[in-house]
């Protein structure tokens, strides 16, 4: 895999959260991904693992303490989203919640503008062309340029702030969990738009998730995080049927299934350690059925099972007797 190819690539990257009086935390203890051209990678994991600080770090909007982030193999420099360098525009975030990053008293239209005029792409007198293209592309009508974002439902609203990035022609979007806040029909609905724009705009998507059922449904690989690091990646299909690291099995075990009979809990059992103080070993013994010795006292290291599938368990899934 030659990292030419990617769009997007995080190296090893770690990140620690100074606290005052109160020990550091590493939310992020040495983690890689890599996005490539219209390809969606999901990472997931349970609250508190560090996707959010991953994001914020791929993004530039925290500086990894170790590690390298790469956009087109140019380092991200985290510098704010306001200072940023023209070559970094193509890499746009959308967040959860739309309602917090869209300004409620300025129209859909002239935020819009404002995020050509920030790209200089455009000139001026072709933006409101251009505005009701975005709209367009995100299955908005033209009309919802002269609306206030309040008007509209969450998932329109998500719409919007899918709009607003695209404005920057991206190559890359980072979207941390962007379906979390939504009914479960606008949640599929902006699930199959995410596909279409990665798809038809050739995007590079890292898309955050703590809820895998999604991400199957959208991604082409899948990262699954557990506190700080990622203990298994491969193509989404595979990983899916054959989920070779317990946490990734428990991850699957734990989405609620669609007729009663079959449901499972929605939590995993067990509490997610403290970060600040991880467990020693691997970090998923504590709450791993199939810990045994070594798993208490050795970190696994992350591993290429078969190509393209890396797991950091001292279980070869393969070998566990039926
Ligand atoms: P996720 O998005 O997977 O829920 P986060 O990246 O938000 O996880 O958080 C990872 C860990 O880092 C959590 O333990 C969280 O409490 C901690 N954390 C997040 N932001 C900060 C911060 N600004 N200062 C200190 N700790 C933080
Ligand atoms: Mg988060």
């Known amino acids: 895999m030659s990292s030419e190819a990617n769009a997007l690539e995080l190296k090893d990257v770690e990140i620690v959260y100074q606290r005052r009086h109160r020990t550091p935390v590493r939310a992020v203890a040495g983690a890689s991904i890599a996005v490539k051209p219209g390809q969606i990678v999901g990472l997931v994991g349970e609250s508190g693992c560090g996707k959010s600080t991953l994001a914020r770090a791929a993004v530039g909007l925290v500086a990894p303490s170790a590690g390298s982030v790469l956009f087109h193999g140019e380092p991200v420099k985290p510098l704010g989203l306001r200072s940023r360098p023209a070559s970094l525009t193509g890499l746009q975030m959308v967040f959860q919640d739309p309602q917090s990053s ?3 008293r300025r129209t859909v239209g002239s935020q819009l503008a404002d995020a050509l005029e920030i790209v200089r792409r455009t000139p001026r007198s072709g933006h409101p062309a251009r505005v009701s293209e975005l709209l367009e ?5 033209a009309s919802a340029s ?4 309040h008007q509209f439902s969450g998932g329109q609203r998500q719409r919007i702030a899918i709009a607003r990035a695209l404005a920057a022609d991206p190559t890359v979007m980072v979207l941390d969990e962007p379906l979390s806040a ?7 609905q902006v699930a199959n738009l995410l596909v279409r724009l990665c798809r038809d705009l050739d995007i590079g998507m890292l898309l955050i998730s703590h809820d895998l059922a999604i991400v199957n449904q959208v991604a082409d690989e899948v990262a699954v995080m557990y506190l700080g690091l990622i203990v298994e990646q491969g193509p989404t299909g595979e990983l899916w049927r054959t989920p070779r690291h317990p946490y990734t099995e428990a991850l699957i075990g734990a989405i609620p299934q669609a007729d009663g009979e079959h449901s499972q809990p929605t939590v995993l059992p067990g509490e997610v350690p403290n970060p600040a103080a991880p467990p020693a070993g691997c970090r998923f013994h504590p709450r791993c059925p199939l810990a045994f010795d070594r798993c208490r006292t050795d970190a696994p290291p992350l591993l290429t099972v078969e190509p393209g599938r890396t797991q950091a368990c001292w279980l070869q899934r393969a070998d566990v007797p039926a």
């Open 137 to 141: 592309q995100v299955g908005l009508p």
């Open 102 to 104: 869209l300004n409620p």
């Open 146 to 149: 002269s609306r206030y974002p």
């Open 182 to 188: 939504l009914d479960a029909s606008a949640q599929a």
